[in-house]
């Protein structure tokens, strides 16, 4: 395939990602018969069950087994599988409790989380439109929380979490792909979830039945959902630089955003649309600095790349 073909099915693949993971709150609304937790328990066997299946079918079991023998990187896997389970629980609550906002607002500010982390955890050092960048977005999470009158602590939950998980796939390394590392994850997740599950079901108040054959199907594809993009987002990693990915990850929150406020026609007073735009600006000036740095070095420093990378991961 041409670099251009490779490009162009590059950016469909990314944007087929994106998208998806834009209108998750869409989906999780239907699942809104069952609580937050029999969700995220239900996602994550179905996911081990769905790419488990991928593995068996394109002979790359072994891999897992492989990675189940190196102690090192199964540990910070443990760590990552600890954050993302954090990050779906968050966002299924804020998607089935009208605060798809908040889920927005915490995507959109991911990116700035990450490269805070990079600065506290890989003592990096920051570009001075990076640290104003960080700064606008504390000054945005500070004028929205007035305006919700508390933390937007959804928000701060998801971006965190995100961040962390980025962090300890980081450290991983490279070896791990998308698929093999998502089942690991998910395997180590596993017996948390199905103890779950059986005492939901011992107290009454599992729903995988609730309304036949459409809510069965519906908790199954959890798996589904998890998967598609994730894969698509591995193609599209395999096709694209790394400032194309930094860009289209932008689709999400604003994807987000929109079912939020035309859609769940959840209230923006003044304040927050205040927050909501210095948060904009923010990456605004972010992507501009990530912008200049690449034409003035052919690859993007620590911070940049380290800011950019985590957005591989499924953000919700």
Known sequence: MSDDGSTRSGLLFGITAYSLWGV??????????????????????WSLALCSLILAATGRLGDVVRMLRAPRDLGYLATAAFFISLNWLGYVYA??????????????????VTVLLAVVILRERLRPLQWAAIGLALVAVLCIGVAYGHPPWIALLLAFSFG?????????????GAVQSLTIETLLLSPLALLVLLWLGAHGETHFTDHGLSSMLLLASTGVV??????????????????????????????????GYAVV??????????????????????????????????????????ALAPLKRDPG
């Open 226 to 259: 998890t998967t598609v993009p994730l894969t698509s987002f591995a193609a599209a990693a395999r096709r694209l630089p790394l400032s194309t990915l930094g860009m289209l990850q932008y689709i999400a929150p604003i994807l987000q955003f929109i079912v």
């Open 24 to 45: 998750f709150p869409l989906y999780f609304m239907l699942l809104a018969f069952a609580s937050s937790i029999e969700i995220v328990a239900d996602r994550i066997l």
């Open 265 to 306: 026609h959840e209230p923006m007073s003044p304040l927050r649309w205040v927050g909501f735009a210095l948060i904009w600006v923010a990456l605004v000036v972010f992507s501009a600095d990530a912008l200049l740095a690449g034409r003035r070095v052919r690859r993007p420093d620590g911070a940049t790349a380290a």
């Open 95 to 112: 998607a089935n409790h009208g605060q798809v906002l908040q889920a927005s607002l915490g995507y959109f500010i991911n990116p700035l």
């Open 164 to 176: 962390f998980y980025g962090l300890a796939k980081k450290f991983a390394g490279r070896r791990v």
